[in-house]
Structures are given as structure tokens and as C-alpha cells.
């Protein structure tokens, strides 16, 4: 059996503290609706009597606004939900793909962090299942199917954590390379490490 990644089979005693700097998220919420039609614009032409085969999100941004404070401690947060897809149709009997995009107003309340020195955000992920799709226009496609979009407040921040130390990985099966040793990580200096 293959032994697994971790400290070595050792969890007595920590070995040090660390910083991570990593990304928090403050708040959020999600849009879904179950059965919607969106028309997408198409950064290229497309040939009017193609047939639609499939649509993906690939990307998304919330460009927002406004941000105006409520009687709740909520911010009411006005923007735009812009979401990238990538559109395959059928012609001739070829497969083309063509790059796609879709813009929404959204108008949610969310918590924002206040005197913060570090700036925040506002991120969209789309998750679109397009079951269903026309070509209704030179550069214009409609999709339709489930749609689900989580708007979030993030802000980069180091985070203290107690650790045990660099994770020690076993050696492969039927590796053949050897004499590499176990050190692949900086030392650290105050966990007494030689």
C-alpha cells in the first residue's frame, strides 16, 4: 500500500507558526434561475443557417457601480454581471468555436469591509448548463438552461496559522531517480530544523 503525503507519520507537536497570504471572502450570495434565455454577442460573425452544438462559461466580472450603504450595515451594491462563453456551432459539417459575451444587472446587498488599508473586490463565477441554443443573428446566440452566478467581496490578507511543518512526500513506485534527497523547501529558521 502507498504511503500518503503528510509530516512524515508524525502529528505530536507543532513545529512553527505561519503566514499565508491568501485571499478572504467577506460575503456573498448567489443568483440562480432555473430556466433563462440569454442572448450573447458574438465577438465574430456567424453564418445564419449554422447549428448550435454548445455554450460554456469561461469567465466572468462583476463591474459594479455603486455602493451605497442601508439602515442594516449592508451595502446595496448596483452593477453589471459580464460573463465570457465559448460558443460551438456546426457548418458545412465543421466544428467552430467563437468567443461570447452576455452583460446583466445585478443589484444585491452585501457586507464590505470597512477601514480596510487593503483594497477589496467584488468577483463573479458563472456556471451556466445551456441546454438548448439558436444562432438568432450575425453575431448574436441564444442559450437557455440553468444559470448560477455567486457574487462575493474578497480581500487579499495574511492569515497566522500553527503548522508542522513542510509536507514530506514519499518517494514514488518504480521512481528510478535517487541521491535527490528530502530537502525541496527553504529551512525554517525557528523551528530548530538542521
Not at 102 to 124: G, S
Not at 131 to 144: D, P
Amino acid at each position: 500500500m502507498a504511503k500518503k503525503a503528510g509530516c512524515g507519520g508524525s502529528f505530536d507537536g507543532l513545529c512553527c507558526r505561519m503566514v499565508i497570504e491568501t485571499k478572504r471572502v467577506f460575503d456573498g450570495c448567489k443568483f440562480v434561475d432555473d430556466n433563462t434565455t440569454l442572448t450573447l454577442t458574438t465577438t465574430e460573425p456567424v453564418p445564419q443557417d449554422a447549428q448550435f452544438v454548445a455554450a460554456r462559461a469561461v469567465g466572468s466580472e462583476f463591474v459594479w457601480t455603486a455602493a451605497n450603504p442601508d439602515q442594516s450595515g449592508c451595502c446595496r451594491v448596483v452593477g453589471d454581471a459580464v460573463t465570457h462563453f465559448a460558443v460551438t456551432y456546426s457548418y458545412n459539417g465543421e466544428c467552430f468555436t467563437v468567443a461570447a459575451c452576455v452583460r446583466d444587472r445585478r443589484e444585491v446587498l452585501l457586507r464590505l469591509p470597512v477601514n480596510a488599508l487593503v483594497p477589496y473586490d467584488i468577483e463573479l463565477q458563472t456556471v451556466m448548463n445551456a441546454t438548448r441554443g439558436a444562432v438568432i443573428g450575425q453575431n448574436a446566440v441564444s442559450i437557455s438552461g440553468c444559470l448560477l452566478q455567486i457574487i462575493k467581496v474578497t480581500a487579499p490578507v495574511d492569515i497566522l496559522i500553527p503548522t508542522y511543518g513542510y509536507c514530506k512526500y514519499p518517494p514514488c513506485t518504480g521512481c528510478p531517480c535517487s541521491g535527490l534527497g528530502d530537502r525541496v523547501f527553504p529551512f525554517f529558521n525557528d523551528a530548530g530544523e538542521n
